[in-house]
């Protein structure tokens, strides 16, 4: 087994332009498929353009690394099946942990792994790897050549840049986002702090308040006390001394 020559001998703007018609074809087709299982428009970009960089490098890569194995289909078929599963759940996986979050979610597929990974898509993959190898690259590297140097560096440029800009935008946003909903969470936490010590604040005040009143009530059953006895006093002074 070895890499075809047609897959080795490209030039790297051929490179740039085969994972940008792959990113391209790959959010197309996965957004076309999405649609009709939710049975309404899906995009399956991060962004809003019609761009899926995992696509890119999963095809492009892919052609060159399987080609060894084009010679048997059924051994393309597993081996893309596995690789691309395996690619699959790297990506996911680094995504999970820069961005929070990936761009699929096959939890409610069957057999399916931590919804980063499952046995459709990676049937899918095996297939797709033998469309690939088999006759989709091939096909592309014919008509890259055909298109000028000057005119193919310039449009991938800027689908790369629009995207770059796209991209770009979308993490600002999650970000934003993100830090909206940490400020919210301090916010309540705040919020639910200042409750708890006004709430002690009024209750130590109303035991102060009791405490006072209490006092309040002995003190003045302290002085009538005194002054009944007084009075008594007074009385019983008077009673005794009146007659004399």
Known sequence: MHIAPEFLEVTKLQMIECFVFYSILG?????LYMSFCTKKLTNRGFGFGPFCPIYGFGATLGAIILSPFRISYVLLFIVSAISATLFEYIVGRMMQFSLGDFWWDYTEKPFNYQGIICLESTLGWGLYGIIVVKWLHPF???KTTMVPVF???????????????DFTYHVLLALHIDLQKQIARQGSRAALLAREKTSDAIHLVEQKKDMAIELMHEKKDAVTYKVQEKRQAVLDWYREHRWR
């Open 27 to 31: 959010w197309f087709v996965e957004s």
């Open 140 to 142: 592309v590297l014919l």
């Open 151 to 165: 005119i193919g560096r310039v449009i991938c440029y800027l689908i790369l840049a629009l995207y770059m800009i």
